[in-house]
């Protein structure tokens, strides 16, 4: 198409001034919370003129092939139209009633899906979707919070009669008994805040926050756990988590796993447990039985790595989040393993898979009890 005929829209103001200009420099260039930036965002933006190519979102995107649209907001329309009916509320379907034009809340799910699967700037979006910077803002916050909300209907533990299915799933794959879940911990690049740098620096000496995931097979989460900074090690980060806690100190092996031969497979930094196996330490003398045991192992437990990569590809956020509110930093992650989950529940794949470095090393093998050694040496007999 001509670029000359392309409709563009022009926000016009003619009180633009060098002394909101500064101001708005002045907070992208320092660590400043999101409030602040979001009132400097509405000052500058009421001084500023702007070109932007008119109604993108509505005449232009419902001309894309299934394709395009596929790899520009990581779902099939299908999945899209789904999703748009499960975020369903009161303050993305605002009735006009004059003043400026709400915007709908498909426009929203758009906005967001964009922002997350391609880890662009705020001020890209806004430009993309012909919506000034603060409705930008306050829309990805809108949607961000919902997805969050549905953290619990599309992350859950499977019932007993899907954990046989599982188990199935697994064995089917290298032989490797009882397993019901890998476990394994990612490390998600952001701006840290700018009093907290040191907490969050990670044994490759970037900032990041620590995601902990335990999937199925099919690669679908079954249990997250967010928040603990770069610099913790993964051992640590299990032995703080809401499932360590409650199999531990509450005694509620039986809510996670109902058979004694259910565990999850982890690698050489989690300690061994009768619901965790990890391989065995290799310093040079294990035998065959062992070495075949860890074989097996790894190609059983390297499904959550597969998951991770494929995960940060589709959602481009995830390579690195550039803000510096951790809470925001979170929910950005949490929502992103939810689009994950729901899109591989409703078989929306994704092919391309992001290279996802191992985790900690391990810090000398940590059985914690015999009941848990005997169980690994059991296992390693089959082999």
């Known amino acids: 198409m001509d670029p000359s005929i392309i409709p563009l829209v022009e926000v016009i103001n003619n009180n633009y001034n060098v002394q909101s200009e500064f101001l708005m420099q002045h907070v992208m260039n320092t660590n400043q919370t999101d409030e602040v930036y979001f009132m400097a965002l509405m000052l500058f933006e009421t001084t500023v003129s702007h070109y932007r190519i008119e109604d993108y979102c509505e005449q232009w995107i419902p001309l894309y092939l299934e394709y395009d649209f596929f790899q520009l907001f990581r779902m099939t329309r299908d999945s899209f139209d789904i999703l748009l009916s499960d975020i369903h509320c009161p303050e993305i379907n605002k009735v006009f009633t004059g003043g400026e034009v709400p915007i709908t809340g498909e426009k929203m799910l758009m906005m967001t899906l964009w922002w997350l699967g391609k880890g662009e700037a705020l001020i890209s979006v806004s430009d993309k979707f012909n919506v000034c910077l603060s409705a930008t803002h306050r829309s990805l916050e809108v949607i ?11 992350i859950t533990w499977p019932n007993t009669r899907e954990l046989i299915t599982i188990e ?214 089959l082999f």
């Not at 961000?144 to 599309?154: E, G, H, I, T």
């Not at 089917?172 to 952001?190: E, K, L, M, T, Y």
């Not at 031969?261 to 391989?279: N, Q, R």
Request: hydrophobic share 35%; proline share 3%.
């Open 144 to 154: 961000l919070m919902k997805l969050v909300a549905l953290r619990n209907k599309y």
């Open 168 to 381: 199935r799933d697994f064995h089917a794959r290298s032989g490797f008994p009882g397993v019901i879940g890998a476990i394994d911990v990612c490390n998600i690049s952001f701006k840290a805040p700018a009093d907290q740098h040191e907490s969050y620096i990670d044994r490759k000496l970037r900032h990041s926050i620590k995601l902990q995931g335990i999937c199925t097979k099919n690669k679908i989460f079954i249990n997250i756990m967010v928040g603990f900074p770069g610099s913790v090690h993964d051992s640590r980060v299990i032995q703080n988590s809401a499932i360590f806690r409650d199999i531990e100190h509450n005694r509620n092996l039986n809510k996670y796993f109902p058979l004694s031969e259910y565990h999850l497979v982890g690698d050489s930094a989690y300690p061994l447990l009768k619901w965790l196996m990890t391989p065995y330490r290799n310093n040079g003398n294990l035998t065959e039985r062992q070495r075949r045991y860890n074989t097996a192992h790894s190609n059983t437990r390297i499904v959550i790595e597969h998951t991770f990569g494929l995960m940060k590809s589709r959602w481009r956020i995830l390579q690195y989040i550039n803000v510096n509110s951790v809470t925001k930093a979170v929910n950005i992650i949490v929502a992103c393993c939810v689009l994950h989950n729901y899109c591989y529940i409703n078989n929306d794949t994704w092919s391309e898979r992001y290279d996802v470095e191992d985790g900690d090393e391990e810090i000398g093998e940590h059985v914690l009890g015999d009941l848990a050694n005997n169980k690994r040496n059991h296992i390693a007999m």
